[in-house]
């Protein structure tokens, strides 16, 4: 079955307070759904019509765990602290294997 995948690529943090409350939040939630943290943060290098800000990737065992936990009401609570502290390209992608 193909693993599903959190792909957040951020365009800007406008107020990392939030962002703050929203990662205390969303640790905790991505891993009662089954999600493993693959990149967070960390050096980015960015081409074409990237943006070189801090980028996300969580490994979920299946695309319907990703969509299961992004819809959990423990991720909703984590989304609701980030607001709009950050602007984010955010999907919900499956793999090939």
Do not use: C
């Amino acid at each position: 079955m193909p693993k599903g995948y959190w792909v957040s690529a951020y365009r800007t943090i406008s107020d990392p307070e939030k962002l703050a409350a929203y990662n205390k939040l969303a640790g905790p939630a991505v891993k009662a759904g089954g999600g493993r943290a693959l990149v967070r943060g960390g050096r980015v290098e960015a081409h074409d019509a990237g943006i070189a800000e801090r980028t996300v990737l969580i490994e979920f065992d299946s695309f319907e765990q990703a969509v299961a936990a992004h819809e959990s009401a423990v991720y909703q609570e984590a989304l609701a602290a980030l607001s709009d502290g950050v602007e984010r390209d955010f999907r919900i992608v499956e793999g090939i294997d």
